[in-house]
T-cell receptor
């Protein structure tokens, strides 16, 4: 089954303790992206990756890191989490990100992070 | 940058009636307009999308219309069913924009049995 898989689904942690949220897709997609969803603010893009070893900032990148060493994986890293990063996070992928023809994005089921 | 707004924020309809959600966008260069449905505890799921070279697209009970002149597009759900209850997000993207979507803030649709 074609899917985007995020882990963990839920995490409660404390300020300053480094954490990583993993994202994996099995569709051989070139493009992957991370979003956060907050009440009243909708979905905002954190980082995206056009392909292996190619990453770029989205609209709200502060406090986050990403890496794309393999095509299928795109982990989100919070080096020193703070309470304002408490949110619902989604990973998404699409066939490609280049070119003039935007491709549909497929989302994972989300990771709810609570940082105390 | 692109600004996408959705109206109304909450919509309640009787089962069997139609629901219409409207989105406006600001960037006239945008040419791709997807709609996502998000159920509780799930990620957004693409339900329909439209590109600017067409004015309307249908898929069973769902349709999307696009008015490029007025810069708005709408989602139409006919013969609503309880399972249509969800949050719906519209988005817009411009060509050669690295596939970046600008999302609206979402509409809560409640179908009353």
């Amino acid at each position: 089954e074609a899917q985007v898989t995020q882990n963990p689904r839920y995490l409660i942690t404390v300020t300053g303790k480094k954490l990583t949220v993993t994202c994996s897709q099995n569709m051989n997609h070139e493009y992957m992206s991370w979003y956060r969803q907050d009440p009243g603010l909708g979905l905002r893009q954190i980082y995206y990756s056009m392909n292996v070893e190619v990453t770029d900032k989205g609209d709200v990148p502060e406090g986050y890191k990403v890496s794309r060493k393999e095509k299928r994986n795109f982990p989100l890293i919070l080096e020193s989490p703070s309470p304002n990063q408490t949110s619902l996070y989604f990973c998404a992928s699409s066939l490609r990100g280049t070119g003039g023809d935007n491709q549909p994005q497929h989302f994972g089921d989300g990771t709810r992070l609570s940082i105390l | 940058g692109e600004n996408v707004e959705q109206h109304p924020s909450t919509l309640s309809v009787q089962e069997g009636d139609s629901a219409v959600i409207k989105c406006t966008y600001s960037d006239s260069a945008s040419n791709y307009f997807p709609w996502y449905k998000q159920e509780l505890g799930k990620g957004p799921q693409l339900i329909i999308d439209i590109r600017s070279n067409v004015g309307e697209k249908k898929d069973q009970r769902i349709a999307v219309t696009l008015n490029k002149t007025a810069k708005h597009f709408s989602l139409h759900i006919t013969e609503t069913q309880p399972e249509d209850s969800a949050v719906y997000f519209c988005a817009a993207a411009r060509p050669y924009g690295n596939n970046r979507l600008a999302f609206g803030k979402g509409n809560q649709v409640v179908v009353i049995p």
